[in-house]
């Protein structure tokens, strides 16, 4: 089962900041989170663990909940190379991935 | 190093009609594999595989077949291509046979866009 990601887009203004979240029905081994710009694959950005580990990739860092089955991804001070759509990535099952539906952020000048 | 390669980038199929879509990797990953990705709908798993000789079946199986004879190659396999089948298709892999661990970071390939008429 899917994961659901909210919200589905958002437009920021350059500098501003923005949160992604993840949640999924079932229980989960660990989270992935997922960048693809248009046209091209999906780039990895981070792996979250058991344990509400918080991991950070340049300004961009996540937390998860595995009490709540949730995560969240946190984007500070956006710059325009942050556009894209992100992906949430759950692992039900130690070897099954599943991503969620996408969330699409543009970044304004 | 080459990555993840696929092939075809573009493909034109009539209904009815077979082919396959090939996936191979060059950084001896033991964890393979497929995902079609439409509009609105995300990233959706096919088959995957842990493994030379092991297979699985993802979210969306129905339509599709998958074999892993070597570490290398995991080809998808479209035996009669349905318009419900047009979409682009990403071919993954992984070090690690668990999704779970630290080293499981997807590595995806550039994509094959399919079109069935």
């Known amino acids: 089962q899917q994961p659901v990601q909210s919200p589905q887009a958002v437009i920021l203004r350059e500098g501003e900041d923005a949160v992604i979240n993840c949640s999924s029905s079932?229980?989960?081994?660990?989270v992935h989170w997922y960048r693809q710009k248009h046209g091209e694959a999906p780039v990895f950005l981070m792996i979250?663990?058991?344990?509400?580990e918080q991991k950070g990739h340049e300004k961009i860092s996540a937390s998860f909940n595995e009490k709540k089955q949730q995560s969240s991804l946190y984007l500070t001070a956006s710059q325009l190379s942050y556009s894209g759509t992100y992906f949430c990535?759950?692992?039900?099952?130690?070897?099954?991935?599943?991503f969620g539906q996408g969330t699409r952020l543009t970044i304004n000048p | 190093n080459a990555g993840v390669t696929q092939t075809p980038k573009f493909q034109v199929l009539k209904t009815g009609q077979s082919m396959t879509l090939q996936c191979a990797q060059d950084?001896?990953?033991?964890?393979m594999s497929w995902y079609r990705q439409d509009p609105g709908m995300g990233l959706r798993l096919i088959h995957y595989?842990?493994?030379?000789?092991?297979?699985d079946q993802g979210e969306v199986p129905n339509g599709y077949n998958v074999s892993r004879s070597t570490t290398e190659d995991f080809p998808l396999r479209l035996l009669s291509a349905a318009p419900s089948q047009t979409s682009v298709y990403f071919c993954?892999?992984?070090?690690?046979?668990?999704?779970?661990?630290?080293?499981?970071?997807?590595?995806f390939g550039e994509g094959s866009r399919l079109t069935v008429l």
């Open positions: 993954a892999s992984s070090y690690s046979k668990l999704a779970g661990v630290r080293t499981g970071e997807l590595f």
């Open positions: 079932k229980a989960l081994y660990s």
């Open positions: 979250l663990l058991k344990g509400g």
């Open positions: 990535g759950t692992a039900q099952g130690a070897q099954k991935l599943v």
């Open positions: 950084m001896n990953h033991e964890y």
């Open positions: 595989s842990v493994g030379a000789g092991i297979t």
